[in-house]
């Protein structure tokens, strides 16, 4: 059983001296709001306000160090060199959830190899084996190209349809979700696309997750912006409010000791789009750099052994 997560400060780490106390805190239930039903009031340790580090102990996640005092839940890209060896070497079951984003739509188009992000995130995770889990597949350079991700759909219908994908144990998930719910149009943000009620969706989509899959590390993407021009300037205001709620539903399971951190896409250049939605060839490959960033800058420790046998084994 894991042990609390401690959130200490790690200057004195870094100085080669003793760490300070933390300071407790409560959170209060209320001042998280409907994006946070269902959490109790506890007490929460907190770093030490003149730390720049934090080091969370006494918990399986617990080597190393990640993040700033401030908003420790959210991953920035931190351009970390491509093939370093990430969680010691540990073997990754990635799963993608999302959209036609993390499906990887388009990316077989003005020839481009079909594999979406995951090709290049291979690539840069050279010193690590990687398998990729899902029940969805697109025809690319290599044999595993498979995710939970379908074109056009929102959170909702995700959250409906991922739970085969779940059954395959990953250790990792990579989320990004809510572009469609973020639409103009009715007939494809079929629930509405008010952002903070998208957002409570997405939230009940991780506690699927998590449910589901209670050890694996659930990445959650800030998800990135649209072109903000006549088309889809309405769709850009809505997805920078969004990106917002997003880190705040990450927040809250956070505090509540689930291994979720969300990854903050909302710097991805939009010149890296094709169509002002999804990413050229290009922009693919940078993308599954930014989610190798991200991985890559987890502590040892974070990603736990993947249950059972590798999906998809011939």
Known sequence: MRAALKFLGAAGLLAGTTYGRAVQQTVEAS?????????????????????????????AFSSGMLGGVK?????????VRHGERAQGGQKLRILGVGDSITAGFLSDQDGGDGSGYRQALRDDLSRNEVVFAGTEYMASVFTDNYFAAWSGKTIKYIADNVDASLEQKPNVVL????????????????EGNDPKKAAERLGSLIDKIHRACPDALILVAMIQNVCDNEEYHDQHERTKWFQKYIADVVKVRFERRQPVLAADFSGFDTNSLRDCVHPTNR????????????IAQLPNGWVQEAEGSDPHET
Request: aromatic share 10%; proline share 3%.
């Open 71 to 79: 908003d420790i839940h959210i991953l920035q890209y931190r351009n």
């Open 175 to 190: 989320l990004s979700a809510g572009t469609n719910d973020m639409n103009s149009r009715s007939s494809i943000s079929t």
């Open 31 to 59: 001042s998280i709001g409907s994006l946070g039903e269902g959490l109790q009031t506890r007490d929460a340790t907190f770093p030490l306000p003149n730390s720049d580090q934090v080091l969370l102990e006494e918990t």
């Open 283 to 294: 922009g693919y490959q940078v993308m599954g750099d930014w989610w190798y960033d991200f």
